[in-house]
Nanobody, 131 residues
Framework: QVQLVESGGGSVQAGGSLRLSCAFS????????MGWSRQAPGKEREEVAT???????SYADSVKGRFTISKDGAKNTLYLQMNSLKPEDTAMYYC??????????????????????????WGQGTQVTVS
């Protein structure tokens, strides 16, 4: 059974940094898309970063230049390095994985209105609070 477990969240001051980790098991990276999304109370979930099996990445405009998504296949771990954090980054962050084509594994495609999620597996989330 596929499992994804996030960690690394916490409370930081504006301008600070955090690195989120997502440990996965029972999952094969090849042919799949992985990503990070976030959701604040009363708001829709926002896709913030994606990573294709080829290594191609994409980011939401709101985090571009500040966040970096990466993966260590040997350690079965997905990462999200978050720098220059802002109060508006406060949210619950989730990692996810699923089977997807290269064209569908991008933030704009996933975030498009009415688009079906490419992710089949989700973690439980980790809270990030920026003050």
């Amino acid at each position: 059974q596929v499992q994804l477990v996030e960690s690394g969240g916490g409370s930081v001051q504006a301008g600070g940094s955090l690195r989120l980790s997502c440990a996965f098991s029972g999952y094969t990276y090849s042919g799949h898309c992985m990503g990070w999304s976030r959701q604040a109370p009363g708001k829709e979930r926002e896709e913030v970063a994606t990573l294709l099996w080829s290594g191609t990445t994409s980011y939401a405009d709101s985090v571009k230049g500040r966040f970096t998504i990466s993966k260590d296949g040997a350690k079965n771990t997905l990462y999200l390095q978050m720098n220059s954090l802002k109060p508006e980054d406060t949210a619950m962050y989730y990692c996810a994985a699923g089977r997807a084509s290269p064209a569908s594994c991008t933030v704009p495609t996933i975030q498009a209105p009415g688009a079906s999620s490419v992710f089949s597996y989700w973690g439980q989330g980790t809270q990030v609070t920026v003050s």
